[in-house]
């Protein structure tokens, strides 16, 4: 009996960290705040114009892997603005039941030190608020892999005092998937520092939060 409620226990948190996964997808395009899982915004750009660079590679559309089966992101390039338009919709290959969001934003790629990462603003008409939300990008030959900021380990830090930053951390959530969220409200001088410092540091951008896609 133990052991069927300790592999109930492990598939539930799985599957619960699934669904977050795919909210947070939704939520990163549209810049809404979490009421649910963990994520990290920011008032301010996360760069500077300096920052930003372009990579053609990112452009075309992207199907989701695993729990963003029913996902794409299609992705179109703005050179006056040096830009990415970025748009999530459902897959016609999604299976019965399975959703995804019709949303919009847009993206900067941006290079801090060794590292990319992709600054997101929301376009969206629901959008209530003009949040930036931060995704690494992890180097792979095939795939388009985005991770974001892991909400506990940026929350710990600041509490910590071991990163100098500013931000209103919420918690809640239920004790099987508790929730962090964190809006960040220092200049984009300190949030570029940080990234600087610490984009590569264990624990800040977590493997079990990315989120995979490969080109169609």
Not at 13 to 41: D, E, H
Not at 44 to 73: H, I, K, M, R
Not at 103 to 114: I, Y
Not at 127 to 142: F, N, V
């Amino acid at each position: 009996m133990s052991l069927q409620i300790g592999q109930f226990a492990s598939t539930s948190v799985s599957n619960a960290s699934g669904r977050l996964r795919l909210l947070a997808l939704t939520i990163t395009i549209m810049g809404l705040s979490l009421t649910t899982g963990c994520w990290v915004q920011s008032v301010y750009p996360f760069y500077e114009e300096s920052d930003v660079v372009a990579d053609n590679s990112l452009v075309g559309t992207w199907a989701g892997e695993g729990e963003l089966q029913p996902c794409l992101l299609n992705i179109t390039f703005n050179p006056e603005e040096k830009a990415y338009n970025i748009a999530t919709s459902k897959s016609g290959e999604a299976k019965e039941g399975m959703k995804c969001a019709e949303t919009s934003a847009k993206g900067h790629l941006v290079q801090l030190g060794t590292e990319r990462f992709l600054d997101i603003l929301p376009t969206d008409d629901k959008t209530p608020a003009e949040l930036h939300s931060l995704l690494k990008i992890k180097p792979d030959r095939q795939d388009l892999v985005l991770v974001p900021i892991d909400a506990d380990w940026l929350a710990n830090a600041i509490r910590d005092k071991t990163l100098d930053l500013t931000a209103r951390i919420d918690e809640s959530g239920p004790a099987v998937v508790p929730s962090v969220d964190l809006i960040l409200t220092s200049p984009t001088r300190d949030l570029r520092k940080v990234l600087r410092e610490s984009g590569d540091a264990r624990g800040a951008f977590s493997d079990e939060d990315q989120m995979r896609f490969h080109k169609k």
